[in-house]
């Protein structure tokens, strides 16, 4: 079996939704284990580390959104993207605060389910680095040692939580990031509710990074939901 694009568990009750999977992906060159509910995928996780992970939402036992938060304890660096046939904003939230990377929706086109998989591989690959080290996107270097961050090699002068905004943003490149997410990642638990403090942290964030703020090449808007970092190119 090979490993060419990393390992992947995938986690869903359907047994031939699992065996479609497995047999895709596997030929498309991920690693492929297999667990039917929440609780295997939370035992599997405590025995071996996985790249990524494709969870459903509702599954019997504890849930996609439960495992979810289980598996964020202990894999901070693993990847989870959850599977749902849901699409309102509320679940997305809800999947995304409980500690979901990414979100799809069933069904999929199989090219878009193998393109978010790479990526989200390749963020797996990042976040194992050292945290310290520096981050490099377009133009826009970030190094979390020295608290620098430069564009075209020219160093922006940033205030400490625009600093720890745009580093926060920088490490999770491609990942649409919610509003609150972004607010207790960044503020602390206590916030989460601060739209309009967050949007004023972005709009002078976005003056110091962008050729035009208006039209923003890096720092990217959600609407209705958050802000994403572009990703490497």
């Not at 939704?17 to 895709?24: A, D, E, H, M």
């Not at 996107?137 to 922006?156: C, F, M, Q, T, W």
């Not at 989460?192 to 090449?217: C, W």
Request: proline fraction near 6%; aromatic fraction near 6%.
């Amino acid at each position: 079996m090979s490993s060419l694009n990393g390992s992947v568990l995938v986690t869903d009750d359907d047994p031939d939704l699992r065996r479609v999977l497995r047999k895709t992906l596997d030929a498309l060159g991920f690693e492929v284990s297999e667990s039917a509910n929440g609780e295997q995928a939370v035992r599997a996780v405590a025995v071996r580390q996985f790249n990524a992970i494709l969870m459903d939402v509702n599954m019997p036992g504890i849930g996609g959104i439960e495992a979810c938060r289980e598996i964020r304890k202990n894999a901070p660096r693993c990847q989870i993207l959850m599977l749902t046939v849901r699409d309102r904003e509320a679940d997305k939230i809800e999947a995304l605060d409980a500690g979901a990377d990414d979100y799809i929706t069933k069904p999929f086109s199989i090219p878009e389910l193998a393109a978010r998989l790479r990526s989200a591989v390749r963020r797996s690959a990042t976040a194992a680095l050292d945290s310290r080290m520096p981050i490099s996107i377009g133009e826009i270097e970030v190094d979390p040692e020295r608290r620098l961050v430069r564009k075209s090699g020219a160093v922006l002068r940033l205030t400490p939580k625009e600093f720890d905004l745009l580093h926060y943003l920088m490490s999770h490149p491609g990942i649409p990031i919610a509003h609150s997410k972004l607010l207790r990642a960044v503020w602390g638990e206590e916030y989460g509710q601060e739209l309009e403090y967050l949007r004023t942290f972005v709009h002078q964030l976005r003056k110091k990074l962008e050729t035009d703020p208006s039209a923003p090449e890096y720092l990217l808007t959600e609407l209705h939901f958050g802000y994403r970092f572009r990703e490497p190119s």
